[in-house]
């Protein structure tokens, strides 16, 4: 793993990478974005490659699992590149949450270092609000994964279309049907994708 210890201002969880490296623009986000993922989740990827089957029907929930984190852990295990870094989190949790919480605990050891986590469960997004609301200096915000395609698009490295395309992708790919779930993807993310996606996924 390249630059250990190296933190980036965006973190990421494990159900987060998974998601949008099952996108078309996650070579883009590897290309243009820094990210910082924990120990924990790393070892979560590693642990869903080897759990899941490469043999799995295409687009089920196992498939997009073992492809998925495979792809998203790819940039973490290149040594020649710094832009994706793992940190240890201390102590480490175990557990079904084990990922959210090694953010959570990661942002509040480091609250300075970080602008953006990212992260799928919105009780987790909730919790590490709660960290960066709590602080006295500059700081942060905990959004859902197609936040980190709308900062490919802040960057020019996309277009619209692919923004919202992506953003498509994510929402049916993890069943984000619900009003809920599709207000919380669109949060914090000004772009009017009704151009390109059905209403069903549309805030």
Known sequence: MAGDEQRHPVIADTDALIAVANTDLWEAIVDTLQITTTNVCYQELSRHISETSAHAPEGTREWRLHYGSKIAREPFDDNTNESFTVVTCVPRPHGEDAGETSLQTEIEQHLDEYRFAILMDKHGRRSINRVFD?????????????????????????????????????LQGEGWTGYQAITAAWEAIPVDCSKYLPDEFLP
């Open 134 to 170: 709590d602080a006295d200096t500059e700081t942060g915000r905990a959004v859902a994964p197609t936040f980190l395609l709308y900062l490919l698009l802040e960057q020019e490295a996309c277009t619209e279309e692919a923004f919202c395309n992506a953003c498509g992708d994510i």
